[in-house]
């Protein structure tokens, strides 16, 4: 992998960390696969060290040995609101601090109507979409203010500004976190610290697999879904503008 050529067009060594994130450090959540493992793939390549957060142990010792140097582990679920606690804890043991960027990635993902939806299933999407990157958030900030500097990055959905029938609970967690990003973004502005949501259309990843939705009716077939690398595209591509340049969102969809 040495060598390797990002889809942004910068060169990067991953074997000494040379690249336009050289010196930083990201914490990325659900990052065991789909979306956030490439993001902490594409993260790294440029040069990052690296914290996976995921609550499936082995999937995550996996991601970080296929990254190896500059990548680290920290097992946690986030529907657990005080395993959450303990993630932050743990990062700020590891990292001695807090990161340069924190990518808020973990999902939870489920098709029910109103009535159909059970109020812990409510209740757990909300925890694991909205409140605890509110967590992250709210615990790392007060430093990142003292820094001056950071860059807070929320992967939103199409489903934060659409509303689809069956997506009681997901479209409310994620309309929440648009809310929570649009908020951030004016209450960081002129300090030094970013705030990107980057908002793509159906992504092809493990979230569809119960759901099957090449056999459903008004369901966008895999095959036209993008794919994870394709948002991981978007953050590096907000990650490494300069700092003067806040992306304050990006949507993406299939072409």
């Not at 993260?43 to 996996?62: D, E, I, M, T």
Request: proline share 3%; aromatic share 4%.
């Amino acid at each position: 992998m040495a060598g390797r050529r990002t889809k942004v067009g910068r060169a990067t060594n991953v074997a000494t960390g040379a690249g336009p994130l050289r010196d930083k450090a990201a914490v990325i959540t659900g990052a065991s696969r789909g979306i956030g493992l490439e993001c902490a793939r594409s993260l790294h390549a440029a040069g990052a060290r690296v914290v996976l957060v995921a609550r499936g142990s082995a999937a995550l010792k996996s991601a970080v040995a296929e990254l190896g140097d500059r990548a680290h582990a920290v097992v946690g679920d986030m529907v657990d609101a005080v395993a959450v606690q303990r993630v932050i804890r743990e990062i700020r043991a590891l990292l001695k601090g807090v990161p340069d960027i924190l990518v808020n990635n973990a999902g939870r993902f489920g098709l029910a109507a109103v009535e159909r939806t059970s109020v812990l299933e409510f209740a757990n999407t909300l925890q694991v979409n909205l409140t605890s990157q509110f967590t992250f958030m709210h615990d790392f900030l007060p430093d990142l203010r003292e820094r001056g500097s950071g860059h807070i990055i929320t992967i939103g959905s199409i489903a934060d500004r659409h509303a689809f029938v069956d997506n009681a609970a997901y479209a409310t967690s994620k309309f929440g976190v648009r809310g929570l990003h649009e908020v951030l973004r004016e209450e960081v502005r002129g300090s030094g610290i970013r705030a990107t949501l980057i908002s793509p259309s159906p992504v092809d990843t493990h979230l569809w697999d119960e759901v099957d939705p090449d056999s459903r009716e008004g369901f966008t077939p895999r095959r036209l879904m993008l794919e994870a690398s394709a948002v991981a595209d978007a953050v590096l591509f907000a990650a490494t503008r300069p700092a003067s340049v806040n992306i304050d969102e990006l949507r993406l969809s299939h072409s």
